[in-house]
T-cell receptor, first 113, second 109 residues
Framework: DSGVTQTPKHLITATGQRVTLRCSPR?????VYWYQQSLDQGLQFLIQ???????AKGNILERFSAQQFPDLHSELNLSSLELGDSALYFC????????????FGPGTRLTVT | GIQVEQSPPDLILQEGANSTLRCNFS?????LQWFHQNPWGQLINLFY?????KQNGRLSATTVATERYSLLYISSSQTTDSGVYFC???????????WGAGTKLIIKP
């Protein structure tokens, strides 16, 4: 158990809908990262927050957004869902920014039908 | 950007065999991690090893940063070792882990 929790574990929804994925980092970790794993594109970085502020953006679509709350948990919002958004979404956390090990949550498996 | 290549892409072994997985990266890195993704999709941290050698039970890893590669050794393989092994690197000024395509390992009983 990495100490990073994600909810829900599975999510099945229809195209056009909006969902929210939740992540709680390890106790004391200030950085939260979101990654997407799809069959055709592998693991890709989406976005990072550090102590409530957006720090870096990767291949995140405009339909997706995220935030980190004062208690350091984070939410990833996916809207106007398309079939291609079906993927495993991972949250990771680390103590600081660079040169720190990232610990991954169990992931949320999103299926868009 | 930095490129991460893993080899071999697939590996099928009998239980009890040893294996070596390789990760090559195209530029200097601040962070290198090895992960095991089990058949249920969970990513399990194996090693945080930007340089040097570490061992954890039957697994060990070596990163030669100056030559830009890392090796993961699995000895006396067990069926529970099956899954995909990923190498991921992080470079200063870039906060994201860059992932290799993985090595899919199947251990047959």
């Amino acid at each position: 158990d990495s100490g990073v929790t994600q909810t829900p574990k599975h999510l099945i929804t229809a195209t056009g809908q909006r969902v929210t994925l939740r992540c709680s980092p390890r106790s004391g970790d200030l950085s939260v990262y979101w990654y997407q794993q799809s069959l055709d594109q592998g693991l890709q970085f989406l976005i990072q927050y550090y102590n409530g502020e957006e720090r870096a953006k990767g291949n995140i679509l405009e339909r997706f957004s995220a935030q980190q709350f004062p208690d350091l948990h984070s939410e990833l919002n996916l809207s106007s869902l398309e079939l291609g958004d079906s993927a495993l979404y991972f949250c990771a956390s680390s103590a600081y920014d660079l040169e720190r090990e990232q610990y991954f949550g169990p992931g949320t498996r999103l299926t868009v039908t | 950007g930095i490129q991460v290549e893993q080899s071999p892409p697939d590996l099928i072994l009998q239980e009890g065999a040893n294996s070596t997985l390789r990760c090559n990266f195209s530029d200097s890195v601040n962070n290198l991690q090895w992960f095991h993704q089990n058949p249920w999709g969970q990513l399990i941290n194996l090693f945080y090893i930007p340089s040097g050698t570490k061992q954890n039970g039957r697994l060990s890893a070596t990163t030669v940063a100056t030559e830009r590669y890392s090796l993961l050794y699995i000895s006396s393989s067990q069926t529970t070792d099956s899954g995909v092994y990923f190498c991921a690197v992080l470079r200063d000024s870039n906060y994201q882990l860059i992932w290799g395509a993985g090595t899919k390992l199947i251990i047959k009983p």
